[in-house]
């Protein structure tokens, strides 16, 4: 007999991926897209450590292209614990005016403290699963 064929995914969302990874902090993004209106992209962002003081004061900041918009809520906590014992997660959305030509690409900023010092990152996000 055929095999079962595996379930569909959930409309529009896409396996998690990792869009940072730098001095134990891990970023996580599971994207979903709205059906109604495929150039939005709601990104839940997971934030985890590995370091073994939580990071305090936790600020993650998101800047797009002029062909994007942005819209972001708050952390669920500013206070990343340490040594992945749990996870920190924030939302926002994405709406891509050139979706289909110009791809999602996020410039990140990190700002926290660890063990008392002032760590501030920046980098970009540019490797979001095809069809996003």
Request: aromatic content about 8%; proline content about 13%.
């Amino acid at each position: 007999g055929a095999a079962p064929a595996p379930p569909p995914a959930a409309p529009g969302s896409f396996p998690p991926f990792q869009a940072w990874n730098k001095n134990g902090l891990q970023i996580e993004f599971a994207c979903t897209k709205d059906a109604s209106n495929p150039s939005v992209t709601a990104i839940e962002a997971s934030f985890t450590s590995a370091q073994p003081t939580p990071l305090t004061g936790f600020n993650f900041q998101v800047a797009v292209p002029k062909y994007m918009k942005l819209q972001m809520s708050p952390a669920s906590s500013s206070t990343v614990p340490p040594s992945n014992s749990g996870k920190v997660t924030q939302t926002f959305k994405v709406a891509n005016s050139m979706h289909g030509q110009k791809p999602v690409l996020l410039r990140i900023k990190i700002d926290y403290s660890a063990g008392g010092q002032a760590v501030s990152e920046q980098g970009q996000v540019d490797n979001f699963p095809p069809g996003i």
